[in-house]
């Protein structure tokens, strides 16, 4: 009996570690970067991205991630519409990054980008744009995520934020994650949404903290 119990429990184990694994729906009606999972625990994720390429606006500085994310993506909306220097039109795809730089003070104007995923299509030659950059991530690129529903909402970002990094406590990947903080401590934390603004159930959004192939190699796997 007890034999029986222990194999259910890790039958169940397996299950949660699968469904923690699956890839967000939308990624299976449009193109998302691949990735590798590389680890799956309570509450996280570790992904592996492969040269996965960006298309990225200016800095926007706003009090509002909510406010910030839909002024960037109705740049990049263009963009992708044909306001770029080919006139091409380009193939709606998923995530949505807004990489978060919170400020200090709380009278201050938090600084966000917000990023598109080029097509593998266009990545030989991505369109130029004004006021976008093309942002490449060489070579391999780690993420650790925490996956959450519903609407993002301004509040949401920093506690689900504070809970990725508190899941991460204790594991073999909070080096990593805090070495690349203190690295580039304007830039703690993304947040990726893969559904449009008229999707209203099943909606997926995830927290990411990046960190290098560096960092992840100095964890013993
Ligand atoms: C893009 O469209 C503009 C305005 O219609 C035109 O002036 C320009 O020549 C076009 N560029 C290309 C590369 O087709």
């Known amino acids: 009996m007890a034999r029986r ?11 949660v570690a699968v469904v923690a694994a699956a890839v967000p729906p939308t990624c299976e009606r449009i193109e998302c970067p691949a990735y590798e999972v590389v680890d799956s625990a309570n509450g996280f994720e570790i992904r592996r991205y ?3 390429m960006w298309i990225t606006t200016a ?15 109705l740049q990049l909306f263009n963009y992708i519409q044909g306001k770029n220097l080919y006139n091409e039109t380009i193939e709606m795809t998923a995530p949505v990054l807004t990489q978060v ?9 938090s600084s966000f980008t917000v990023s598109f995923y080029v097509p593998a299509k266009n990545q030989a030659d991505p369109p130029p744009a004004e006021g976008l950059r093309v942002d490449r991530w060489a070579g ?10 519903g609407f993002v909402a301004d509040a949401d970002v920093g506690e689900q934020a504070a809970q ?6 204790g594991t073999r990947w909070a080096a990593a994650v805090n070495d690349a903080r203190r690295a580039d401590p304007a830039s703690p934390y993304t ?7 008229f999707e209203f159930s099943g909606r997926v959004n995830e ?3 990046l960190f290098d192939d560096a960092a992840a190699a100095a964890t013993s796997m």
Do not use: H, K
């Not at 947040?191 to 603004?197: E, G, H, K, T």
């Open 101 to 109: 730089s919170p400020s200090d003070g709380p009278f201050c104007a």
């Open 50 to 52: 492969t040269d996965a």
């Open 140 to 149: 391999a690129r780690y993420a650790a995520v925490r996956r959450f529903g």
């Open 191 to 197: 947040v990726a949404q893969y559904n449009s603004p």
């Open 5 to 15: 119990g222990s194999l259910l429990a890790v039958a169940a184990a397996l299950l």
């Open 164 to 169: 990725l990094d508190a899941s991460l406590q």
């Open 207 to 209: 927290i990411w903290m």
């Open 59 to 73: 800095p926007i500085e706003d009090i509002s991630f909510v406010a910030a994310t839909r002024t960037g993506f």
